[in-house]
């Protein structure tokens, strides 16, 4: 389902550097019981977030006051595991736009892009120094441009350029739905049915 | 030219390339279950649309499901929604649906092999991560997103780039008291948890071929914790003989053409994989994890390993388990053992199990569950009498389900308990929060239920 267009941003990151996130940590299965796709956001890393009484753990990032933003940074193979697109809405629905690692899982990236959420590949070393960045200035600013595939490390002159499928990007800039253009091949694919039997 | 196996079949399913794009792949069958399709039917509704091809889809319950009286209402509220609305919309749609206490009814892996809906060369998803299982046949299978999942249902294909290629070859004779879980246990421990993330593997070799269907499929099944979107194994006399006869594949005079089809279905010899592994067969001995994910995992006589100056992750990972680096595992107590799951709870899962309990008891800090994939499994394994050897030695056998193996249901491993698992994830929490899980074999899972604390398999039987 599409997000609407996605639109550049420039904005504050959270960091979570931890490598080989799973689907079961951004959202666990007993939280899949919803019919829905909406509301997820409020058990994101829910195992994580809180205590098994349901008070926050303190030293968990997202219940760090001082860490806000748009923009998730993750370690390496982020979203592995389960199939669940659940993982992408409860990152979507918490607020997130962005999620940036050094290694995506194949079904999440997936996933990401169907639901507007950009997974944004940089190098090991990058990932290193973003997470640099954030540990020295909480506050600090990353600027995302997915039409000239960059994102802007402030402060430093540098800009990253990351990679995104050609088709994928146009659908995220567009807004597209890949549904709404394999309904229009409907006539095609009886042929290919047909040609099949 | 020169073809992978994957190569043959994707090719046979591409309606239509795009250009710097995806391709646009027709699917033959999905399986669908109540977790992952809810939001894909509702897309279809919000867009007024029906399924295009409902005869190619088949429904099942089995991730939400209790695993005790199953003939009552769901108690729980939510679950009972989403199962009652799987009935709903499979209904509404005309997709055919083996629902609770239907005799089809079982973890969608499970029955779509046994079933025989599962047959060589198709391109089969389904929205859950171990669709990967039906490659054993020599089929494109793989996970998919319920977004894709809507796809599927509204035009019978999925847009997806093509991924490279891996061959994974296990070479010579497996020994004693070492079977396929622990084959593809040691594989994820050599090629790491990510290690296949964009590859889809063809797994060779005479300790692959020599497997029966049940063993090949428990190796592709967790082809996806190494990150690979699937596995597949070329399709031979075994799987042949394992399809004849079974409810959905073709019969008489048809079947015998199919099995000439079936039979191309090969890799070429000059066939170029991007990415090639062989492990010998000799270097596999039993196999069980340690750590919170698939990949950190060792030979069950071996320690937690030593990691030098540990990474954050790996930190946590073991503070989790509770474990020392360079702790042994022989001899660890463990309080719950699971024998279920689409990675081994099939029959000869369960006659493993059954074989080497009888006439023992399970140890008295033991809890243990023994979940059948399918109704057809239960009713198997109760003609059988392996049922009553089971419940005689003291194991809670459950009716079917993906039960303890996602712990969606009651069937959750309590806070900081150890639990042996033949399931395929040892993530954290995967099992109940604060659940640790230990992966290992059916063979290594009723051996510890009977000594009650990690045993080598090899000593015992």
């Not at chain 1, 736009?97 to 079904?107: E, P």
């Not at chain 2, 091809?53 to 199953?70: G, K, L, S, Y």
């Not at chain 2, 994974?168 to 004779?173: A, E, H, M, P, S």
């Not at chain 2, 399970?362 to 059948?372: F, G, L, M, R």
Request: with cysteine.
């Amino acid at each position: 389902m599409a997000r609407g267009k996605f639109k550049n941003l420039v904005s504050t990151a959270i960091p979570l550097p931890m490598e080989n996130v799973d689907t079961d940590q951004i959202i666990p299965a007993r939280f899949l019981k919803a019919t829905s796709r909406e509301g997820f956001g409020e058990n994101l890393f829910r195992d994580w977030r809180y205590e098994a009484n349901g008070q926050p753990v303190n030293d968990f990032v997202l219940n760090d006051p001082s860490f806000s933003g748009e923009i998730l940074v993750a370690g390496k193979n982020f979203g592995s595991g389960s199939s669940r697109e659940h993982a992408a809405w409860a990152i979507y629905d918490y607020g997130f736009k962005v999620v940036i690692s050094s290694f995506f899982a194949d079904i999440f990236k997936n996933n990401s892009l169907n639901n507007g959420l950009l997974p944004l590949q940089v190098s090991d070393e990058d990932l290193v120094e973003i997470f640099a960045l954030i540990d020295t200035d909480h506050q600090v600013e990353f600027e995302v441009t997915l039409a000239s595939q960059s994102l802007i490390l402030p402060g430093m002159g540098k800009t990253i350029s990351f990679d995104i499928n050609p088709y994928k990007k146009e659908c995220l800039l567009n807004g597209y739905d890949e549904i709404d253009y394999l309904l229009n091949l409907k006539s095609e694919i009886a042929a290919f049915e047909q040609s099949r039997v | 030219m020169t073809k992978t196996l994957f190569d043959k079949i994707w090719d046979d399913h591409v309606v239509k390339q795009i250009e710097n794009g995806p391709s646009v792949v027709y699917i033959d069958r999905h399986l669908i279950h109540e977790v992952t399709s809810p939001q894909a039917f509702a897309g279809l509704e919000k867009r007024g649309i029906p399924v295009f091809r409902p005869e190619n889809t088949i429904a099942t319950a089995d991730h939400n499901v209790p695993t005790i009286d199953q003939h009552l209402p769901i108690k729980d509220k939510l679950s009972k929604f989403q199962v009652d609305k799987l009935t709903e919309n499979c209904e509404k749609f005309g997709v055919t649906l083996y629902g609770l206490n239907h005799p089809y009814q079982g973890i969608v892996h499970v029955i779509g092999p046994q079933l025989g809906i599962t047959q060589p060369g198709m391109t089969i998803v389904c929205g859950d991560s171990h669709t990967s299982t039906h490659g054993a046949f020599g089929a494109i299978a793989f996970g998919i997103g319920t977004s894709e999942v809507e796809m599927v249902l509204a035009t019978q294909c999925i847009m997806q780039s093509k991924p490279k290629k891996m061959k994974i070859t296990v070479g010579g004779k497996l020994g004693k008291g070492v079977t396929a879980k622990d084959v593809v246990l040691y594989i994820i421990s050599q090629v790491s948890t990510s290690g296949g993330t964009g590859y889809f593997i063809e797994y060779a070799g005479k300790a692959i071929t020599g497997l029966t269907m049940e063993g090949r499929m428990t190796v592709c099944n967790m082809s996806i914790e190494m990150g690979a979107r699937g596995g597949l194994i070329a399709p031979d006399q075994t799987t042949f003989d394992y399809l004849k006869g079974r409810e959905f594949t073709p019969q008489g005079a048809s079947f015998d053409k199919a099995v000439e089809n079936w039979s191309n279905l090969y890799s070429d010899s000059e066939a170029v994989f991007e990415k090639e592994f062989h492990f010998d067969a000799t270097d596999i001995e039993p196999m069980i994890t340690y750590g919170t994910n698939p990949g950190m995992g060792t030979k069950i006589t071996g320690k937690v390993p030593s990691y030098g100056e540990m990474n954050k992750s790996v930190e946590k990972s073991l503070k989790y388990m509770g474990l020392e680096p360079g702790e042994d595992l022989i001899g660890k107590e463990i309080d719950y053992v699971f024998v279920g799951s689409c990675t081994n709870g099939r029959i000869e899962d369960l006659r493993e199990v059954a074989k080497f309990v009888e006439g023992k008891q399970k140890a008295e800090n033991i809890t243990a569950w023994i979940v059948p994939g399918s109704k057809q499994v239960e009713k198997q394994a109760q003609e059988e009498g392996i049922s009553k050897i089971l419940e005689k030695a003291g194991f809670q056998l459950r009716q079917p389900g993906c039960s303890a193996c996602l712990a969606m249901n009651d069937d959750k491993i309590p806070q900081g308990k150890y639990a042996v698992s033949t399931s395929n994830r040892n993530f954290e929490g995967r099992q109940g929060p604060g659940a640790r899980t230990m992966l290992a074999s059916p063979l290594t899972a009723a051996a510890v239920a009977i000594a009650g604390k990690i045993v080598d398999p090899r000593e015992v039987i």
